[in-house]
């Protein structure tokens, strides 16, 4: 049984910053794709950023520049700096792991919430 298991959100004033941790079990991550999506409140899940096996990442624009995913393998764990946090920040973030190039694991979410 694969598992993925986010934490690390919570209430943070606009300009702070947040690092969201994803813990995967049940599944190697090493040499597949993890990735990072959000949902605002009453909006679709959109993408926001991703990281290859490779280490290669790649970022929506909405957070170019503010946010940095990363990757420990030897704790199978993927990682979001979030950073100079805007209000349209908020929402429910997820993180999926990879199989075969696509994103097929997925976590429950944790929730990020900015404030003025």
């Known amino acids: 049984q694969v598992n993925v298991v986010e934490s690390g959100g919570g209430s943070v004033q606009a300009g702070g910053s947040l690092r969201l941790s994803c813990v995967v079990s049940?599944?190697?991550?090493?040499?597949?794709?993890m990735g990072w999506f959000r949902q605002p409140l009453g909006k679709e899940r959109e993408w926001s950023a991703t990281?290859?096996?490779?280490?290669?990442?790649g970022y929506a624009d909405s957070v170019t520049g503010r946010f940095t995913i990363s990757r420990d393998n030897a704790k199978n764990t993927v990682y979001l700096q979030m950073n100079i946090l805007k209000l349209e920040d908020t929402g429910v973030y997820y993180c999926?792991?990879?199989?075969?190039?696509?994103?097929?694991?997925w976590g429950q979410g944790t929730q990020v919430t900015v404030s003025p």
């Open positions: 999926a792991a990879c199989r075969l190039g696509q994103f097929t694991f």
């Open positions: 990281i290859t096996g490779g280490g290669s990442t």
């Open positions: 049940g599944y190697n991550i090493t040499y597949n794709c």
